[in-house]
């Protein structure tokens, strides 16, 4: 190419990325083994390569320039010359056009050819044959950004663990047919921020979205040449830029405006993350980015044979965390969407992966260390998918104080209690109490476990009742994909069904779930759709499906009416009941001398369960007596924190029961707040129940009561 008619400086080798500072543009990249760097810029629509500068400058391993004259709006890429020895760990290729890891937004999409790939696709020698093709035309383009933004006076919410409810949803999926948001705005961060959206989210009562992957994301060729596409996007491009697909508005500051109104509505915004593997995949995938930049610093490699990757993710590639620039690559991404854009905590994939320093999942690995110590990442809140696909990958309840875990048992005790199981009265007793067993010892709380029956990935609630086997198909694999284990039950019928007495007992199967879930002690997630009765016909892996089998139907059906009032008030009884999201776990002993227990486990016949009654393997049923006058827990103030005593009661089994209430405390007057025997969980005649009286509890369901007998003064009713 002819001379440049930039004007070049050698600019600064920090901030990675490019940096426009309000009079020119800094661009960054490090590069570990690279020879040679060129930044090419393009045209305003991205096809045309204008001018490729070479980046003369090199600090500590990081090229650099700065260009006086670029404003932002500027489209550009890289390419790096350096070996092409994949036996050695190396994919340098020039001819391939590069994305800046750092960039903070992309222009346009990947267009799959065979020229994305570094090697020649055919060749008998596979990845060892370098293809000379480039790649430019086919590849999305960087875009220099102003990151200036009005927030006034946006605070992030901060609302308590013990407080928050999750609800975890896809931008696209989750207004792509809503009937109130404009067509314009479907599907996209600004139709998340639109009044009925925010106003469906404050009446339901959640306190925190978790919303699916946004990072600039890759559809994988083999999908897109079915007609499908990675819907779920787990499939990261880039670890700043937000997937320009989801802005209607075509401008990154609509993600801004979205967590500023999110956070006026009172609601948390925490990202789905994936910073254990990248869309490059295996050897064999394309290069796009870091395999080009510098293939040997940013994955895993076999040590035995430096052209294959260690796959602790499945999906061919794992990042390497033991490169301090690439755990500052994490580090700087995290920050900017917490300093940047203001979001309010990371649930982080396949979590273990990222603990995994040499092949053994290491507890206090670097990435947690300097997390822990970060002044910003700290404080912000912090999930762990606690396993990957590597051996040793099941960590549930071993990540460190200050992170909280999707708890995997929880979910599969509920479910096989619901479905009918024998033997899990002892492990159910566990997960309602926060799940004591994984979390206690190492001096956690129960908000350490987020707490889920159903997520994105998987059955529905609605499906988890109707189907006893996946059903596949859609996705083009035979059926082969997916989960094969789901704790399913369809109650008596495969699928979708007219015969009303398995519509209702799915109904009512589905509020046994969901009340469980939300009288849990821990952090209740619920998935986006679940209490509307949203189906995906039984595909338990809808990855691939950007279709209304995956968006949510906004339209209820008969059956569904009432879950939704259901859901709410669920909701409503845990946010004014402290005894059903305690800071503490239970004692189950007295508590400062007092003669009743904090908590008790009760039979049948109404008296406490002994260590034999625990043994019975055929048992369904169970009875949890909670005191809410013996908490050991103050408000912000110091307060204590009081409530009334409450009875929990449990029938898995398909015969109702005759369940004696507990003789203590006397003269005992309870009201019951739910049985979700009715459709909307309370009972249509009011009727209370007295110390020893014998309460008829139907098969599959659940009850709470709590005791009315005296009121009880709470600090904000009497200041």
Not at 32 to 60: S, Y
Not at 539 to 564: G, K
Not at 585 to 597: D, H, L, S, T, W
Request: glycine share 8%.
């Amino acid at each position: 190419m002819p001379h440049s008619n930039w004007a070049i400086w050698p600019g600064s080798p920090y901030p990675l990325g490019a940096t426009w500072d309000g009079e020119g543009v800094n661009f960054a990249l490090f590069s570990e083994h690279a020879e040679k760097v060129e930044l090419c810029l393009f045209d305003p629509n991205g096809r045309r390569e204008l001018e490729r500068i070479e980046m003369r400058w090199q600090t500590d391993q990081v090229f650099h320039c700065y260009l006086p004259e670029a404003r932002p709006g500027l489209l550009y890429g890289y390419r790096v010359y350096g070996p092409y020895a994949p036996e050695a760990g190396h994919r340098f290729n020039p001819n391939k056009l590069l994305l800046d890891p750092y960039a903070k937004a992309f222009h346009g999409q990947v267009r799959w050819s065979d020229a994305l790939f570094g090697y020649r696709i055919g060749s008998d020698l596979e990845d060892l044959q370098i293809d000379r093709r480039d790649s430019a035309t086919g590849m999305p383009k960087c875009q220099v950004i102003d990151t200036a933004f009005t927030w006034g006076d946006d605070r992030l919410p901060r609302t308590p663990w013990h407080e928050t409810v999750i609800y975890e949803l896809h931008v696209k999926g989750f207004t792509a047919l809503h009937p109130h948001v404009h067509t314009s705005l479907r599907g996209t961060y600004a139709g998340l921020a639109t009044a009925p959206v925010i106003s469906y989210l404050q009446r339901l009562g959640v306190t925190a979205v978790e919303i699916m992957p946004v990072h600039a994301f890759l559809d994988d060729r083999h999908l897109v040449e079915k007609g499908l596409r990675n819907y779920w996007g787990y499939n990261s491009m880039g670890f700043f830029a937000p997937d320009m697909r989801y802005c209607a508005s075509g401008h990154v500051n609509e993600f801004k405006t979205m967590v500023k109104t999110l956070h006026t509505a009172g609601i948390e915004v925490i990202l789905d993350v994936v910073y254990n593997h990248t869309a490059e995949g295996s050897h064999l995938g394309p290069t796009l980015s870091f395999r080009g930049i510098d293939n040997s610093a940013y994955y895993r490699l076999v040590p035995e044979d430096r052209r294959y990757y260690m796959d602790y993710t499945g999906c061919g590639n794992t990042l390497n965390m033991r490169h301090p620039r690439v755990l500052q690559l994490i580090m700087d991404s995290l920050r900017y969407w917490v300093q940047e854009m203001h979001v309010d905590g990371f649930r982080f994939d396949l979590a273990s992966a990222l603990a995994r320093e040499l092949h053994e999942v290491d507890r206090l690995g670097a990435f947690f260390d300097i997390i822990h110590q970060d002044p910003v990442l700290s404080q912000v809140k912090l999930i762990a998918e606690p396993w990957d696909l590597g051996e040793g990958g099941y960590q549930v309840g071993n990540f460190p104080v200050g992170w909280t875990e999707w708890n995997g048992r929880y979910r599969d005790s509920v479910r096989a209690f619901w479905k009918g199981e024998h033997g899990l009265i002892g492990d159910m007793a566990y997960r309602l109490t926060g799940s004591s067993d994984l979390y206690e010892s190492s001096g956690r709380r129960p908000y350490a476990s987020i707490n889920f029956v159903t997520c994105h990935d998987g059955f529905t609630l609605e499906d988890l009742v109707s189907y006893n086997h996946k059903h596949n198909e859609a996705n083009g694999e035979d059926n082969r994909d997916g989960e094969n284990h789901n704790l399913s039950w369809n109650c008596g019928m495969e699928g979708a069904t007219e015969d009303q007495a398995v519509l209702d007992l799915r109904a009512q199967q589905k509020r046994n779930m969901l009340a469980t879930l939300f009288l849990s002690q821990g952090i209740p997630m619920l998935l986006a759709g679940d209490e509307r009765g949203r189906s995906q016909r039984g595909n338990n892996n809808a990855y691939c499906q950007d279709t209304p089998l995956s968006w949510l139907d906004w339209e209820l059906d008969e059956q569904s009416r009432d879950l939704v009032p259901f859901a709410q008030y669920l909701i409503r009884l845990r946010r004014n009941h402290p005894a059903l999201r305690r800071r503490h776990f239970f004692q189950g002993r007295p508590i400062m001398g007092a003669e009743v227990k904090d908590l008790a486990w009760l039979r049948p016949d109404g008296e406490e369960m002994k260590e034999e009654d625990w043994q019975q393997g055929f048992a369904r049923s169970l009875g949890m007596f909670i005191a809410g006058d013996l908490f050991e827990e103050y408000d912000e103030r110091g307060r204590r924190v009081k409530d009334t005593d409450m009875i929990l009661l449990f029938n898995a089994g398909h015969e109702p029961i005759s369940f004696r209430l507990p003789a203590q405390p006397a003269r005992t007057r309870w009201e019951v707040l739910l049985d979700t025997v009715y459709p909307r969980g309370t009972r249509p005649d009011h009727r209370m129940f007295h110390s020893h009286e014998v309460y008829p509890l139907q098969a599959r369901s659940v009850v709470l009561m709590h005791n009315v007998s005296r009121p009880v003064v709470r600090p904000s009713d009497s200041d």
